[in-house]
T-cell receptor, first 113, second 112 residues
C-alpha cells in the first residue's frame, strides 16, 4: 500500500519568513500525482498546489512552491513571505492512477506575528 | 465553484444509535469519498464510490456502510454508533479528469 509520511507534526514560522514542510511517500508506480492541502482551523480543506509526477518542473502557485524529488520520493512545500492566514494544518497527499488518494498525518503550521 | 455540502457541522449521538451523515456535491462528479480525520492519524479513507450504487471499501470500513442512490449524494451510515467513532468526518468528491479532490466542511461527530 502507498504511504505518505509527514515527519513534522508541528512547525512555526515568523511572519514574512519562509518555511518548508516535508513530505515523503512510498510507491512503486511511475505515474501519479502529489498534492498539498491546507485546512485552516474550523474551515474547509482546500487545495494549495499539485504536481504531476511526469513533470520535472516544480509546481508554483504564488507564494507556494514545491521541491519534487522523484528519485528520493520527496515532495516538500515551501511557503515564502508567510502570512498570518497561512496558519493551518497542511496535508500532503498522493494519488495514483485510479481513484484513491492517500494522505499524510499533517503538519500544523503556526505563524508568529 | 465546486460545492461539497455536508448536512451537519456538529452532531451528538448516543451509543447504539443509527447515524446518517449526508454529503451532496453540485458538480456532477463521478467519485465521492468519506474520510475520518483524527489527530495524529491524518485522513483515513472509509469508503468511496465511483458511480451510482457502486462502492469500494477504504482502509477502515468496519462499523460503517454507505449509500449512493443518486450521483450527487453520498451517505455514510453508522449502523450502531460507538464511542470510538467519535471523530471528524470529511466528504470529498472528484472527477477522474480533474485529479483533484474537493472537500466538504466536515462533520464533527460525538458519540456519548
Amino acid at each position: 500500500a502507498q504511504t505518505v509520511t509527514q515527519s513534522q507534526p508541528e512547525m512555526s514560522v515568523q511572519e514574512a519568513e519562509t518555511v518548508t514542510l516535508s513530505c515523503t511517500y512510498d510507491t512503486s508506480e511511475s505515474d501519479y500525482y502529489l498534492f498539498w492541502y491546507k485546512q485552516p482551523p474550523s474551515r474547509q480543506m482546500i487545495l494549495v498546489i499539485r504536481q504531476e509526477a511526469y513533470k520535472q518542473q516544480n509546481a508554483t502557485e504564488n507564494r507556494f512552491s514545491v521541491n519534487f524529488q522523484k528519485a528520493a520520493k520527496s515532495f516538500s512545500l515551501k511557503i515564502s513571505d508567510s502570512q498570518l492566514g497561512d496558519a493551518a494544518m497542511y496535508f500532503c497527499a498522493y494519488r495514483r492512477t485510479g481513484n484513491q488518494f492517500y494522505f499524510g498525518t499533517g503538519t500544523s503550521l503556526t505563524v508568529i506575528p | 465553484d465546486v460545492k461539497v455540502t455536508q448536512s451537519s457541522r456538529y452532531l451528538v449521538k448516543r451509543t447504539g444509535e443509527k447515524v446518517f451523515l449526508e454529503c451532496v456535491q453540485d458538480m456532477d462528479h463521478e467519485n465521492m469519498f468519506w474520510y475520518r480525520q483524527d489527530p495524529g492519524l491524518g485522513l483515513r479513507l472509509i469508503y468511496f464510490s465511483y458511480d451510482v450504487k457502486m462502492k469500494e471499501k477504504g482502509d477502515i470500513p468496519e462499523g460503517y456502510s454507505v449509500s449512493r442512490e443518486k450521483k450527487e449524494r453520498f451517505s455514510l451510515i453508522l449502523e450502531s454508533a460507538s464511542t470510538n467513532q467519535t471523530s471528524m468526518y470529511l466528504c470529498a468528491s472528484s472527477s477522474p479528469g480533474l485529479r483533484v479532490q474537493y472537500f466538504g466542511a466536515g462533520t464533527r461527530l460525538s458519540v456519548l
